[in-house]
């Protein structure tokens, strides 16, 4: 047993998946290419910058209650500009609807300034760039990476970690692990619209409490165990 102050032992490498279990998965991306063949995010936004401000305001919040509340927000500030000249109360009101608003508010400000002083008002293509901004986390830079830049990144949220540890896809018990699982698994041909498939799949298919597996499109390429009766 390793203690408490050893070096733990190195994991093994994953391996790739079986030639077998890579056919399931390219017929799975396949499948949801064919039914969808360009995925759209739900957020609201008109540009990177809004892009960014909506992600970090849908944290712990429904992409329905955030587009609730940024249309009036971006027509008043849509550029950190205008976003760090509104002000942090002003930006509080219009977004008071939203879960964690106080902190949002504070952090969508304070994003916007850094964004000027550091970026030239532009919202910058890397990853630990972005990071590095108040806010915004690893799953909010992919986001953005992959919507507003169209860089094969996957952000893994609660759908995208249920179902690609449910069907299974990458099995993990952390988000980066399932991240890095996918990133081995999925083919490179679907990458980009993969975090899109995944979400929109989770959200509207294979749900928490009961997956529709009766309208599942890969119901018979799925291995969950506890699929729905109507399945």
Request: include cysteine; hydrophobic fraction near 45%; aromatic fraction near 6%.
């Amino acid at each position: 047993m390793v203690g408490k102050n050893s070096p733990a032992k190195s994991a093994a490498p994953r391996r790739r998946p079986s030639a077998a279990e890579a056919r399931r998965i390219e017929e799975i991306f396949a499948r949801f290419a064919a039914a969808t063949p360009e995925p759209k995010g739900e957020l609201y936004y008109t540009n990177s910058f809004t892009l960014l401000v909506a992600v970090v305001l849908s944290a712990q919040a429904t992409d329905a209650g955030v587009n609730k509340a940024t249309p009036a927000l971006f027509a008043l500030a849509d550029t950190p500009a205008k976003m760090a000249a509104l002000g942090e109360d002003k930006v509080r009101e219009a977004i008071k609807t939203i879960g964690l608003f106080r902190a949002k508010a504070k952090n969508v400000v304070a994003l916007s300034r850094l964004l000027i002083e550091r970026h030239h008002g532009a919202v910058p293509q890397t990853r630990d760039e972005l990071i590095a901004l108040p806010g915004v986390g690893r799953k909010t830079a992919n986001v953005v990476l992959n919507i507003a830049f169209h860089q094969p990144t996957i952000a893994v949220d609660t759908h995208i970690f249920r179902v690609s540890n449910r069907l299974p896809l990458a099995k993990g018990k952390t988000p980066e692990a399932v991240e890095a699982g996918l990133e081995r698994v999925v083919p490179e041909a679907y990458r980009l619209h993969a975090h899109h498939w995944l979400i929109l799949h989770g959200r509207y298919i294979c749900k928490a409490r009961k997956p529709a597996c009766d309208r599942c499109l890969i119901a018979d390429l799925c291995r969950y165990p506890d699929k729905t009766a109507e399945s």
